[in-house]
């Protein structure tokens, strides 16, 4: 499996490490920097590493900075992403199982080492299990991107929230 992996200047060793983890463990990483400690913008490497992902140029991307939100906020502006933020294992699972999500973030300064590592392992092993009811889901998040027409649209979930009175979703 092919990751793109990039981060801010105030996580580049985390990033470094990780990407050594990743390839200890038999990924091909491809490092879209940043390289140094130099201050930089996060955003810059959000979209290296999504654009590398929707072009199918790598499979899947993981990105870094000191908090995940910055860099993550970032990354959900390229077209095709959809990015988590986690900090924890059960959060890396759910997003790949559930939202399909082919690229997540975290927090280099926040989380610490053996829980990214952890992270990683859990959301590399997990597999999306596509259900309709989250096939809909990705399909209308997806949909968010591509449309302006829902701003102020109040009325834009109603059909899910009538479906959840309903009681047709588990969670
Ligand atoms: C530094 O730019 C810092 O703001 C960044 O690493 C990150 O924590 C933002 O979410």
């Known amino acids: ?3 793109a992996i990039g981060c801010d200047h105030i996580v580049t060793d985390i990033k470094n ?3 050594e983890y990743l390839e200890n463990r038999g990924f091909e990483v491809v490092d879209c920097g940043t390289y140094d400690f130099e201050r930089t913008h996060y955003p810059i490497y959000g ?22 939100v910055g860099i993550t906020n970032a990354v959900q502006k390229v077209k095709g992403a ?15 199982e559930e939202l399909n999500c082919n690229i997540i973030g975290v927090g ?10 952890d992270i990683m392992d859990a959301y590399f092993a997990a597999e999306y299990k596509p259900t309709d009811e989250n096939k809909e889901l990705i399909n209308k998040i997806d949909n968010l991107i591509d449309r ?8 834009f979930f109603d059909e899910f929230l009538e479906k959840w009175d309903r009681g047709e979703y588990h969670d």
């Open 108 to 117: 280099g300064r926040v989380s610490g080492i053996g829980m990214i590592e």
């Open 47 to 68: 979209k290296r590493v999504a654009e590398k992902v929707v072009t199918k140029e790598v499979d899947l991307g993981v990105v870094l900075c000191g908090t995940g």
């Open 148 to 155: 302006t027409d829902y701003i102020g649209d109040d009325h």
């Open 82 to 96: 959809r990015c988590a933020l986690v900090g924890d294992v059960a959060a890396a699972v759910y997003a790949k």
């Open 1 to 3: 499996m092919k990751v």
């Open 17 to 19: 490490h990780i990407k």
